[in-house]
């Protein structure tokens, strides 16, 4: 990977800065600030995976989604190139990308300690959220045949009925998110999901801290909806599903609690 990253360095022209190696789940990835010919900041990210799956929504997510929103009008990084290479049947994608030099609000997906954001951050995330639900992509984000099998198995009611199918970052949580200025990171998974399903997102990452919580569903009203169900009912079942794998434990008992109340809507 080191190897690699290096090659695509040198063929996007661009000097990777030394320090700030950063590396994805299980070795997939590998990312490190670097500096464009014209001294431009910039992130140069590198994923592999064997040929034959280097296709489809995770691998052109980023690329998909410099097509659709360009920078979101400043609220996602934009691309700003991309080099493949292939080498003994695995692929290699680098994206260069726009650096984003403000932290994540948190170094987990889940939030640990209590925020203080202001409305004004608040009311950027809602409309960028807005703007991104109302774009047109044949990309999925959750499929219906998930639905049908995981909400009876892990929130124990029959999949509630979509009314609306929106676009969605879909891996909306506090490590994908900046604060001034608002940033959304990581546009892998994209794609059509249950409206409301990103809100439903951020608020299960939030359930450790009742009074962000709260904020989150002061929000995005369509939380506790019957709108907002399908997707409420499909981020809960996700999530006491990788609970079952022996993942975000911390968050079982809350999981539990929503899926009750979601058994009583």
């Not at 995981?150 to 009611?157: L, M, S, T, W, Y």
């Not at 970052?169 to 959304?184: C, E, I, K, Y």
Request: charged share 25%; aromatic share 8%; proline share 6%.
């Amino acid at each position: 990977m080191r190897a690699h990253h290096a090659r695509a360095a040198k063929a996007l022209d661009v000097r990777v800065e030394p320090g700030g190696e950063f590396w994805g789940w299980a070795g997939r990835t590998l990312g490190a600030p670097a500096r464009t010919a014209s001294g431009q900041s910039a992130w140069l990210r590198l994923v592999s995976a064997p040929e034959d799956k280097a296709s489809g929504k995770l691998w052109d997510g980023a690329l998909d989604a410099q097509h659709a929103f360009g920078d979101l009008d400043g609220h996602r990084p934009a691309l700003l190139a991309v080099h493949d290479a292939l080498e003994d049947g695995i692929a290699y994608r680098a994206e260069l990308s726009a650096r984003v030099d403000e932290p994540v609000l948190s170094g987990d997906p889940i939030l640990r300690q209590d925020l203080d954001l202001p409305d004004s951050w608040w009311e950027a995330l809602a409309g960028t959220l807005e703007k991104l639900s109302a774009a047109s992509t044949d990309r999925v984000a959750v499929r219906e045949q998930y639905m049908n099998r995981a909400i009876p198995e892990f929130v124990g009611i029959p999949a509630p009925a979509v009314t609306c199918w929106t676009t969605a970052h879909a891996d909306l949580h506090w490590a994908n998110l900046t604060a001034s200025p608002l940033r959304l990171l990581d546009w892998e998974g994209w794609g059509q999901a249950p409206q409301g399903f990103d809100c439903a997102t951020l608020y299960a990452y939030t359930l450790l801290q009742p009074n962000v919580a709260a904020r989150v569903r002061a929000a995005f009203p369509i939380l506790g909806s019957p709108v907002g169900l399908a997707a409420e009912a499909t981020v809960c079942a996700q999530l006491l599903q990788t609970v079952s794998r022996g993942d975000n434990l911390v968050l079982e008992d809350r999981l539990r609690d929503w899926s009750e109340e979601l058994r009583r809507r």
